[in-house]
C-alpha cells in the first residue's frame, strides 16, 4: 500500500533555515568561538535559580493564570510606571508570555488579515516577516541608513497607505545597536497620531543601553502607548535565554484581543519561573545594574580591537556590535562570516541577511554577552585579520 502524500501549500513558502541556525551548526562544525547567536555563555545569577527551585519545592507546577502570575504582573506594572511614568493596569494590561517572539507572533495574529500591510524598519529581527506573512499580510519595507542606521521617517510616512495596519519598530535595535532618541519616537508619535495603525515596539534590549543614554519606551508617549504592543523579554534581561519568558503591555481593548490568540497558542507559561520572577524583580538592581554590567563587556571588546583593522561605532544598547571590514575585503559578509568560521574558528552574524534585497554594506555582527576569556579570544583573532 502506498503512504498517503498529502498536498502541501506552504504557507511560507520563501522561509529557509535561519542565518542562525546555519552559523551555529558551521560554529559546531568547525570548533569555532560563537559570537554569532545572541545569548550568553555564562550562567545566570545563583539566587535566581534558587527562586525556581523554591518555586518548584512549594508546589507551583501546575498551569498559572492564562494571563500570568497575577503578582510578577503587579511587578511588571511598578517597574514600567518607576521607569516610564506609564500606567498599566496589571489585571487587563499587562501578560506574561513566552519570550518575545510569542508576544510578537500574537499581536500580530491577533490583528493583521489577509491583504493588510504592515511597515517593518530593516534591518530588522527574523521573527516578524514570517509572521506577518502566516497571517496573509503584506511586509512593506522602510531600510535604514547604511551609514549611522537612522530611520527616514518621512520614507516611513511615504509607505503608510489605507492598507496598513501596523508598524513594528524594534529599539535599542537588534542588529545594528542603535537606539532610537526621544526625537525619533516623537516624529513616530506625529505620524501615527490621526491614524488607526497598531504598533508593535520590541523593546527586549530595555535594560541594556550604554554611555548614559536613556531608552525610550513607547509606553512613555501618550498617544504612542495607546496604539502599542510593548514586548520584553526577561530571557534577555537575566541571562536566560532558554527559559523562553516575558511579558507585554498594552492598552485593555488591544489586550483584550491579543489574549484571545495567546489562550490557544500557549495558553499559559512556566508557573514556577513566574513565581521566580515576581521576587526576583522586587530588587530593582537586578535589571538597573545591567546597562554597566554590559558596557564593561562592550569596552573590552572594543578595546581589543583598537588595533585592528576593523572599523567600527561603538553600540549604543543591545549585546551586539557591528564591525566593518570594509578596509579588509572585497568578500561578500555572508561568504566572509563563513570564512572566518572555518579558517579562523570565530562565528559571527553577516547583515546583508537583515536587509532588504540583501543590501551588503561589509558589516559583521558580534555579540558579546560572553566571558571576558571567550571575549579576548575573539579579539585575538581579529587581530590577525
Known amino acids: 500500500m502506498k503512504s498517503y502524500k498529502p498536498p502541501i501549500q506552504s504557507k511560507l513558502p520563501h522561509v529557509k533555515t535561519t542565518i542562525f541556525t546555519t552559523v551555529g551548526r558551521l560554529a559546531l562544525a568547525h570548533n569555532a568561538l560563537n559570537l554569532s547567536q545572541g545569548f550568553p555563555n555564562f550562567d545566570p545569577d545563583p539566587n535566581l535559580l534558587k527562586l525556581v527551585s523554591k518555586a518548584m519545592q512549594n508546589g507551583h507546577n501546575q498551569y498559572a493564570p492564562m494571563p500570568g502570575l497575577p503578582q510578577l504582573r503587579e ?33 500580530i495574529t491577533a490583528f493583521v488579515r489577509p491583504g493588510d500591510e504592515v511597515i ?51 529599539t535599542p535595535h537588534n542588529p545594528s545597536g542603535h537606539i532610537l532618541t526621544k526625537t525619533d519616537m516623537l516624529k513616530l508619535q506625529e505620524i501615527l497620531r490621526d491614524t488607526s495603525i497598531i504598533l508593535i515596539s520590541d523593546e527586549v534590549y530595555e535594560h541594556i543601553v550604554f554611555d548614559g543614554k536613556a531608552h525610550e519606551s513607547a509606553s512613555r508617549f501618550e498617544d504612542l502607548a495607546s496604539r502599542c504592543f510593548v514586548c520584553a523579554s526577561f530571557g534577555k534581561t537575566f541571562h536566560v535565554t532558554g527559559w523562553k519568558m516575558g511579558y507585554c503591555a498594552a492598552p485593555a481593548a488591544l489586550m483584550h484581543e491579543f489574549r484571545k490568540t495567546h489562550q490557544f497558542n500557549v495558553f499559559s507559561v ?23 554590567f554590559y558596557q564593561k563587556k562592550r ?29 579588509i575585503s ?56
Request: glycine share 2%.
Open 270 to 292: 512556566d508557573h514556577p519561573v513566574q513565581w521566580a520572577m515576581a521576587e526576583y524583580l522586587e530588587n530593582e538592581a537586578h535589571y538597573m545594574e545591567l546597562n554597566t
Open 120 to 170: 517593518v524598519i530593516k534591518p530588522a529581527y527574523d521573527c516578524y516577516e514570517p509572521a506577518i506573512e502566516v497571517n496573509g499580510g503584506i511586509p512593506v519595507f522602510v531600510q535604514l541608513s547604511s551609514m549611522d542606521f537612522k530611520v527616514d521617517w518621512e520614507a516611513l510616512r511615504r509607505a503608510i497607505n489605507t492598507k496598513t495596519k501596523m508598524v513594528i519598530i524594534n
Open 299 to 327: 569596552d573590552l571588546f572594543l578595546d581589543g580591537l583598537q588595533k585592528s583593522r576593523f572599523k567600527f561605532t561603538p553600540s549604543e544598547g543591545t549585546y551586539f556590535q557591528l564591525l566593518d571590514y570594509s578596509n
Open 330 to 385: 572585497d568578500e561578500s559578509d555572508v561568504v566572509l562570516a563563513k570564512r572566518l568560521t572555518i579558517e579562523n574558528k570565530l562565528a559571527s552574524i553577516p547583515m546583508s541577511v537583515f536587509n532588504v534585497d540583501q543590501r551588503d554594506d561589509k558589516l559583521l555582527r558580534f555579540c558579546f554577552a560572553k566571558t571576558e576569556d571567550t571575549l579576548e579570544k575573539a579579539t585575538a583573532i581579529l587581530n590577525t585579520i
Open 75 to 107: 511587578v511588571i506594572a511598578h517597574k514600567i510606571k518607576n521607569l516610564h511614568q506609564a500606567e498599566y493596569d496589571p489585571e487587563e494590561e499587562i501578560t506574561i508570555t513566552v519570550g518575545a517572539t510569542q508576544a510578537i507572533f500574537s499581536a
